[in-house]
């Protein structure tokens, strides 16, 4: 019988919840057991493809094409497997259901409840993910914070798991923040108790506790929250600031975690087989060298918005043992003239993905002193449009080429809709995602860096470099180094640089500590060549 452990979160959001079921999934898959992570998110969107980064962080592409929330990106990273759409659960799609299921007729004279209709929707998914992937455990992140009011029905049927399957099968870890009070020099573990008073009012008795903090934590801590929370410190575990995430499964490791949880699941104790990610994480933390990486983007402000594309470069650094350092150029202040830009030699710079007009003047100018220059250039899917639109106006002569995207009414339009886009009326999951083949161009860079002739990558746009323009292109050594089958242009470079590629696709997706993305690869290779 697959088991189940839930993972919920006190006294506020962002607290590395994410990082830390991804850790505990990790440590479970390396005892031998087959493992799998959900993520559960409260909010009525169906899916996060329709949130701005802004407010929600980047937007996760499944080899299947779901637009998933951050945390499925470092459940793969950790796991080191691909996990599909159905790994994220929202409370949009389940009262979608619900609604569908009362308009059929399926629960005829019945009223239609949130418990049970909506909490059975619930459970019945979690087992559903359970089966597809036949798992021995499915560890469910709960997101939000306890107390929130959209978060109760999944925690209600996280309770109710407990009632259906027996204490051997469910396990609630609770993770909680313990701040440190700088005026009094003491760690405050007030907060803490109330948010499991919180989610004990609701019926859950947490079984584990994970305590969050900058610093570690000494046993009179461990002690008084034990008092206070009806868990034997034995079950306590401290999740403190780390230099980097990838050690947290080590960390937890290192306090006998992976023990404790065996035991509470009636598990079978096998030591977690962990050699490659020791070794890993002994590298990253000992570098020999640095690369300085700029990334020009939109959203610079919220690192989270490109959380996978900072973990494919540290994936692919640490390869070569050097430490990226990042630095950061907000495309809108280039535009606004807030910020000028300098160009140095010895960086690699990445033209980030987006959407929509704003910044991308900026990046476009940006571009154009990078191409003149000849840097190392990376431009990821909106960074391939836009160089495309760059080399357009300043190389093609095409005065006002641009993206429909950004000037419907342009005279050049090098980059446009995908043809089967043109239909498309709906904005909510109908983008080219997930998963696509490209056929790679013999003699290119990029066919030379993946060193394979097809390759997989996963997608997100609606727009694409524009085919009736790729002639042009090519002609001034702006050439196509990979295509879809329907002839889209995937990958592009510019012939005889040293590295000025764009690519339509997120290889930063499919990137993993111990099987970095290709392209980041050849990118930091690049860098380090000077
Ligand atoms: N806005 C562009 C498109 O829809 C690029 C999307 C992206 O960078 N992910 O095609």
């Known amino acids: 019988m697959t088991k189940f452990v839930f993972v919920t979160g006190g006294v506020l959001s962002s607290l590395g919840k994410g990082v830390f079921t991804a850790s505990a999934a990790l440590l479970l898959q390396r005892m031998g057991y087959n493992t799998t992570a959900v993520k559960i998110d409260p909010y009525l969107n169906v899916d996060a493809g329709t949130m701005s980064p802004y ?157 969050r903090s900058e610093q570690p934590i000494g046993r009179d801590i461990v002690e008084k929250i034990s008092l206070y929370t009806n868990v034997q410190p034995e079950y306590i575990f401290n999740d403190y600031d ?56 939109k959203y610079t402000k919220v690192r989270d918005s490109y959380v996978s594309i900072i973990e494919a470069l540290r994936h692919a650094s640490t390869e070569y043992r050097a430490e990226p350092v990042i630095r950061w150029i907000e495309a809108t202040d280039i535009e606004s003239g807030a910020t000028k830009f300098e160009y140095k030699e010895k960086a690699g710079y990445i033209i980030l993905p987006g959407f929509g007009r704003r910044g991308a003047e900026g990046k476009i100018s940006v571009l154009k002193i990078l191409r003149e220059e000849g840097g190392i250039v990376l431009g990821i899917c909106f960074g391939l449009q836009l160089m495309a639109v760059e080399i357009a106006r300043n190389v093609l002569g095409l005065d006002k080429a641009n993206s429909t995207e950004l000037d419907p009414a342009t005279p050049h339009p090098v980059v446009d809709l995908l043809e089967e886009q043109k239909k498309i009326d709906r904005l909510g999951g109908t983008m080219r995602l997930g998963l696509s083949k490209s056929i790679l161009v013999k003699g290119t860079k990029v066919y030379e860096i993946y060193g394979s002739e097809i390759v997989f990558e996963r997608h997100r746009h609606r727009y694409e470099i524009n085919p009736r323009y790729i002639d042009s292109f090519e002609k001034i050594g702006f050439i196509v180094s990979g295509y879809n089958e329907k002839n889209y242009a995937d990958f592009m470079e510019l012939k005889d640089y040293r590295f000025y590629i764009g690519t339509q696709a997120h290889p930063e997706l499919r990137s993993r500590p111990l099987t970095p993305s290709p392209l980041f690869l050849g990118f930091v290779r690049e860098i380090l060549r000077l």
């Open 55 to 211: 407010a929600h962080g980047e937007v996760f592409v499944t080899d299947d094409g779901g637009e998933t929330d951050l945390d499925i990106g470092h459940y793969e990273r950790f796991l080191g497997k691909s996990l599909s759409k159905i790994n994220n659960i929202t409370a949009g799609q389940i009262y979608q259901i619900v609604i569908e299921k009362e308009r059929r007729g399926d629960y005829l004279g019945q009223t239609v409840q949130i418990i049970p209709h909506v909490t059975n929707e619930i459970k019945n998914r979690l087992k559903e993910i359970a089966r597809a992937q036949a798992s021995d455990i499915v560890v469910v992140e709960i997101g939000g914070t306890v107390g929130d009011i959209e978060g109760l029905p999944f925690l209600e049927a996280a309770r109710q798991m407990r009632l259906d399957l027996g204490f051997q099968n469910t396990l609630y870890i609770h993770v909680a923040l313990t701040p440190y009070h700088r005026v009094v020099g003491e760690i405050k573990t007030k907060p803490l108790q109330h948010s499991v008073q919180e989610l004990r009012r609701i019926g859950i008795q947490p079984d584990v506790i994970i305590v």
């Open 242 to 297: 780390l230099s980097t995430i990838y050690e947290l499964p080590l960390i937890l490791h290192s306090q006998g975690f992976s023990k404790r949880i065996a035991e509470k699941l009636n598990l079978e104790y096998r030591e977690p087989q962990l050699d490659d990610w020791i070794s890993f994480v002994n590298k990253i933390k000992n570098p020999e060298r640095k690369i300085e990486v700029y990334m020009i983007g």
